[in-house]
Nanobody, 111 residues
């Protein structure tokens, strides 16, 4: 059974940084495309960043230049480095490898 466990969320002031981690188990991680989604209160879930098994990445326009997705296949881990955080980045962030979702980690950015 595939399990995805996120960590690294928390509270930060605007302009600060956080790094999210997601450890995957129950799957051949190196073969999987991975993604981070987020859901803010009252809004739909949205794709934040995606990385293929070959390492190609793409980002939502709202986070380009501020967020970086990466992966370490030896550790079965995908990361999301978030810099220059804004209050509008406040959301629950989910690690995803379709069709599996983690439980999410809360990120709160105060102004």
């Amino acid at each position: 059974q595939v399990q995805l466990v996120e960590s690294g969320g928390g509270w930060v002031q605007a302009g600060g940084s956080l790094r999210l981690s997601c450890v995957a188990s129950g799957t051949i991680f190196s073969l999987n495309a991975m993604a981070w989604y987020r859901q803010a209160p009252g809004k739909q879930r949205e794709l934040v960043a995606h990385i293929t098994n070959g390492g190609s990445t793409n980002y939502a326009d709202s986070v380009k230049g501020r967020f970086t997705i990466s992966r370490d296949n030896a550790k079965n881990t995908v990361y999301l480095q978030m810099n220059s955080l804004k209050p509008e980045d406040t959301a629950v962030y989910y690690c995803v490898t379709v069709p599996y979702w983690g439980r999410g980690t809360q990120v709160t950015v105060s102004s």
